[in-house]
């Protein structure tokens, strides 16, 4: 059986990504290596993870694109449900998101915003379906 364990983000400071999403929205830190390079967040089932641009580096000969606040998002998103959109993208903002789309209801009664986190990353904020 194959499940779905985590999502690693490509930074530039592990721990100043960690402190965002931990002031932002309340996750608590699972784990961060001694050398600060890698980092986990408790997110529910699945672990919300941060390696820095040096260790990525390191693992990928290639390279990768390097995620930024300005210009179009990737081509994903993380999505995080909540009862409260409003509340929830106020504070992620203060501490350091950017607004990409405002919030508009969907046809289905789901509330659905658009912000990237303080490195560039699209997050969708929404109300949970059902």
Known sequence: MIKYAYTILYVSSVVQSLEFYEKAFGFERKFLTEEQDYGELKS????IAFA?????NSNLSNGFMVATQSGKPFPIEMGFTTKDVESTIEKAIEFGAKLEEPIKSKPWGQKVAYIRDNNGFLLEICTPMG
């Open 44 to 47: 529910g089932d699945t672990v």
């Open 52 to 56: 820095s641009k040096q260790l990525a």
